[in-house]
């Protein structure tokens, strides 16, 4: 088989594994079986930073329980043939009460809290690349966008319970308050770059991006050439697809087409907001979700000392334990990127008019 054709099939590769330096067309055949060492690694690492960047507070036992009550599940249906509705009750009770002091930062104690059926059945979902089974699936806060009036006072303004589930936005002046120019052509293509960054990554991360903030804005950073290298676009599509064709470099990025259409997706939704009277509401609480976690990265890029032991959990998984490696997200760029998001929010708050898609 020649260089240019994949080394898994006969189609043309698109993409270059960044460990062993194949050339692939598709994560199907990045996960073929003869791939089986390094896309291990990819999905070992992911499955132990969701589990490190867990707090132990009620809703991340909620999720634990979860992943958990999914892998028993699993066991039990694929192994015996019982129907999932026969399950016995006192699973759940089961998993929950071998939770219940359990500290969750400690992926150690919640790997030895497992039972030896179910660290295997999770090694082996690992090893078959479905860990998405192992987690609750996530809905995006852009999905909220009831309006409810109060129907009392027909003059009264709506009240958008969609509020409530939108990250929060940052109070910034409008951008004719700190400038007096008229802003360049290329920002809202090159916040439509940012925002499709964002969106594939929150989306890769399912929803926990806060929890995991370093590896998070490394993810959106390495996606947003706008945010690591200054660039600037004049259009929307090459803006919009920048993104997901530079996502198909990394193998910890890299999606298939069916992501890309729900990115695109996602971002017409987040553009129309949830009505004509909060048309820009969605830009801004992305814009501000962004600002917020790249404010924790920087408070987190602090020296941390080497672990000094191996862990039981890190032991089961010793030769998949690797980082994601930092190229952009550092003190300085980030401080770079913690102005320029605000710089979006008040650009937005007055020229909303210009974002098109082509």
């Known amino acids: 088989m ?70 028993h599940d699993n066991e039990n249906i694929e192994g015996t043939g019982v129907d999932e509705d026969l399950l016995d009750s006192d699973d759940d009770e089961d998993i929950a009460e071998r939770l219940k002091n359990v500290n969750l930062d400690d992926s150690d104690t919640v790997w030895a809290n497992l039972t030896e059926s179910e660290k295997q059945e999770f090694l082996e979902l690992i090893k078959s690349g479905k860990t998405e089974e192992l987690i609750p699936p996530w809905e995006p806060w852009w999905d909220s966008k009831s309006l409810i009036k109060d129907v009392t006072n027909p003059e009264s303004k709506a009240v958008a319970p969609f509020m409530e589930s939108c990250p929060p936005i940052l109070s910034c002046p409008p951008l004719s308050q700190i400038m007096k120019n008229t802003p360049a052509d290329c920002v809202p293509f090159n916040i439509l770059n940012v925002l499709t960054s964002y969106i594939w990554t929150v989306r890769l991360f399912n929803g926990d991006h806060q929890e ?15 945010l690591s290298a200054e660039a600037n676009f004049s259009s929307g599509e090459i803006a919009v697809n920048a993104p997901m064709i530079e996502a198909q470099n990394h193998s910890y990025l890299a999606e298939n087409q069916e ?59 010793l030769n998949f334990n690797q980082e994601i490696v930092k190229n952009h997200t550092n003190v300085e760029s980030v401080s770079k990127c913690i102005k320029k998001i605000k710089f979006y929010l008040s650009y937005v708050q007055e020229y909303y008019y210009k974002f098109v898609l082509d």
């Open 2 to 71: 020649d260089q240019q054709s994949c080394h898994f099939c006969s189609k043309k590769p698109l993409y270059t594994c960044p460990q062993c330096n194949v050339q692939y067309c598709s994560s199907e055949c990045y996960k073929s079986p003869s791939h089986q060492a390094c896309s291990e690694k990819f999905y070992k690492n992911l499955v132990e930073e969701n589990l490190k960047a867990t707090n132990s507070g009620e809703d991340s036992k909620k999720k634990m329980v979860e992943i958990l009550k999914r892998v």
């Open 212 to 226: 995991s903030c370093v590896d998070a804005t490394e993810a959106i950073l390495t996606l947003s050439p706008v």
């Open 259 to 317: 992501f890309h259409d729900t990115v695109k997706k996602d971002l017409r939704i987040i553009l129309e907001g949830p009505s004509s009277e909060f048309k820009n509401y969605f830009v801004m609480s992305s814009l501000s979700d962004l600002h917020s976690l790249f404010t924790s990265c920087k408070k987190s890029l602090k020296p941390k000392k080497e672990r000094s032991h191996t862990g039981l959990f890190s032991s089961s998984i």
